[in-house]
């Protein structure tokens, strides 16, 4: 499996808690974040880019979601 550091446009983020698992799409990169557009109404989810055991922005102080990525083909 392809190791990286940063996520990348096409990367799907997997975000899994003890309620579901959610999936997000990056459709858009910065020097730090990595957004997720939802198509239904435009809403931008937002990401630290680096990949790391705490995703989430803006930072969540009890988080208890565990992240993965799933790597665009290349």
């Known amino acids: ?37 939802r198509a239904s109404d435009g809403f931008e989810h937002s990401f630290k880019r680096k990949i790391s055991w705490d995703m989430s922005h803006p930072h969540i102080k009890w988080n208890t979601n565990e992240y993965s990525v799933k790597y665009k083909e290349e």
Do not use: C, H, P, Q
């Not at 808690?17 to 957004?35: C, D, G, H, P």
């Open 1 to 37: 499996m392809n190791k990286r550091e940063l996520l990348e446009v096409g990367d799907v983020l997997v975000i899994k808690n003890w309620l579901r698992t959610s999936e997000y799409l990056i459709t858009r990169v910065t020097k730090t974040l990595a957004f997720s557009k």
